[in-house]
């Protein structure tokens, strides 16, 4: 086989999969606005926001509880963790020494291979009981921060890490010829460069949180309410669709695959976010 004929094959093939991934996800949306759509169509959109409470059984659905407590568990452990893989990034290629810098980043890729199921045992394990004795009842908002930011620190320092790779060597030589310092190298030069891929691992980190059920479950406490404090327990809507869809059945079904509908809306917001982002970037 020639290779020009190899490679047309190849490219088929990579057409096809990408095809076959793309039909997947649409499969996905499909089932879920099938299971969703008869309670939409019964009560409306506006009863998900405006229900007294969360109680499907009797006609309550209410999910803007599960809702706070998604978000607010997110981007709080965005808020920890993408300054923190930012700077992990910045000194592993900048300013620790070789050896330590390898051993450093196949400490990350370790991390980020972990089960969710081992962050969240260790968390209800050790984090919740630390925080128990700050006050009760130690499962709570800032246990299902921290444990997240934990968990996300990996992804987006990987990314972060990939992006200030990428920036071209020579503009950083130039730089220091010009006798700009290595912190001026960094602040002037790499992060501006750097920003869009940085942006993108920040994103895929924010998914992967909004999308995490089983070390959230286990640490935030599971209990229906918008929290007032970060010592609140609170439930993520992950967290209730795996809670309850063991027994649910008629319209709580439905409601339940309407929270997964929404949480699916707000991943490819995301996703589409960080391909706008990346398609911006102005370097090879």
């Known amino acids: 086989m020639s290779p020009c004929r ?10 096809l999969l990408s095809a076959v991934s793309g039909v997947i996800v649409l499969l996905i949306i499909a089932f879920l ?18 229900d007294a409470s969360w109680h499907p059984t009797e006609g309550r659905f209410n999910i803007r ?14 808020g920890l963790a993408a300054p923190l893989a930012l700077f992990s990034g910045i000194f592993s290629l900048y300013y620790a020494p070789q050896k330590g810098a390898r ?30 004795k700050l006050q009760a009842p130690g499962a709570s908002l800032l246990a299902g921060i921290l444990i997240l930011a934990l968990m996300i620190l990996p992804t987006i320092a990987l990314n972060a890490h ?12 130039g730089a220091a010829a010009l006798g700009l310092s290595r912190g001026q190298i960094v602040k002037r030069v790499v992060l501006p460069l750097a920003l869009p891929g940085i942006s ?13 059920t089983m070390a959230v479950l286990m640490v935030a406490g599971n209990v229906v309410q918008i929290p007032e404090s970060l010592f609140d327990p609170v439930r993520t809507l992950t967290a209730n669709i795996a809670l309850e869809m063991s027994y649910a059945l008629g319209d709580h079904r439905a409601a339940l695959f309407m929270s997964a509908l929404i949480l699916m809306a707000a991943v490819l917001v995301l996703v589409v976010a960080a391909e706008s982002i990346e398609a911006k970037t102005v370097y090879e």
Request: aromatic share 10%; glycine share 12%; proline share 5%.
């Open 162 to 173: 990939a992006a200030l790779l990428r920036v071209p060597q020579a503009l950083i030589r």
């Open 6 to 15: 190899s490679d047309r094959n190849l490219v088929i093939l990579l057409r």
């Open 200 to 212: 993108t691992g920040i994103i895929l980190g924010a998914g992967r949180a909004i999308g995490e």
């Open 103 to 132: 051993f450093y980043q196949g400490l990350i890729t370790l991390l980020a291979g972990i089960p969710s199921v081992v962050y969240g045992l260790w968390g209800l394990l050790v984090l919740v009981p630390l925080i128990r």
């Open 33 to 50: 606005l099938k299971e969703a759509l008869p309670l939409f169509q019964t009560i409306g959109l506006t009863r998900f926001f405006s």
């Open 65 to 78: 509880p599960m809702l706070a407590g998604s978000f607010l568990i997110s981007f709080g452990a965005m």
